[in-house]
């Protein structure tokens, strides 16, 4: 197919800096030797915090420019000729963060990144998928040490904190983790503890309203074996008191032994930061999930691209239920 002279794509300004423009460049041109594909641009989603990133890792040589959102749906273009991603497939993937991003009309994708989009989702809804679910697939199978997703046995009578429940993260989490038949317990603000506990948590913490410590002395069939923290300061400083001895506490917003509270003293903890990988495999592993109605993504808003401020303004309000998505196929009038 031909391809447009000029494409549109959000430009972050520097790294110094959280201002976004909306530009036009032209198409990026995969490099087929690096099993790169190139892909229509359906959808992209950006992540909260993500304007940040660029002050944090400086030097990207791959980064000519700083095109946001790394999560994308959309529909191969061009691929290697031995891809299992040939061109009209609908895919989507979290790409690499050394990359440019996604919030443009066609991107860049590798074989490793990509995954089949579960055909029972919307554009919108794939785009919100991948760096969300890949995370806390990640996080319960690659981090927390108990077990893996067939291994009910493992996770029997296991109990999971989830905190920011209601976020991108969070539901995968909380749904993820009834699959595997852990008791889950999620923490959000008081308009989310309904939707919270019908994604099937088995309890729900009104952080604003809950002292996690006096929940925890409370009753010591109460306290956790896992904690997966999802917003980082003064709640993951709390959610240490929720801990069993010989527990294990995870954290994607920041390194829980920062935030361990100093009175605190609990043997045999494991503490864990990390940053979720791309991976088409593990994104295949959730697409199998969605197509089978065992979990699903949640997104909060759509926006059109030209409404990018809006977008972002929503995401970082903290209060986004899911995630916040750009449709690239919606036409705003002049």
Known sequence: MSLPTKIRALLQADPTSTTITLVERSPPTPDLTKNEHLIKVHAASPCAGELLWPRMVPTIPEKEEIITCDDVAGVVVSAPTDSPFQPGTEVYARTSYRRPGCARDYAIATTDELARRAGNLSWTESAATPLSAITAWQAFFAQSGIGELG?????????????????????????IGRLLGAEVIGTCG????????????????????????????????????L??????????????????????????????????????????????????????????????????????????????????????ARLESGHARGKVVFDLTLNVPK
């Open 151 to 175: 291994d009910r046995a493992a996770w029997k009578g296991k109990r999971v904190l989830v905190t920011a429940a209601a976020g991108g993260v969070g539901v995968w989490l909380v749904q």
């Open 190 to 225: 008081p308009r989310n503890v309904e939707f919270v506990r019908g994604l099937g948590a088995s309890e729900v913490l009104d952080y604003g309203t809950t002292d996690f410590r006096v929940w925890a002395a409370s009753d010591a069939e109460k306290k956790v074996d």
């Open 227 to 312: 904690v997966v923290d999802c917003v980082g300061g003064k709640s993951l400083e709390d959610a240490w008191w929720t801990l069993k001895d010989n527990g294990a506490i995870i954290g994607i917003v920041q390194p829980p032994e920062q935030r361990k509270p100093e009175a605190l003293e609990l043997p045999g903890v494991t503490a864990k930061f990390f940053i979720m990988t791309p991976s088409g495999k593990d994104l295949e592993e959730i697409t199998k999930l969605v197509e089978a109605r065992k979990a699903w993504p949640v997104v909060d808003s759509v926006w059109p691209l030209e409404q990018f401020e809006h977008g972002y």
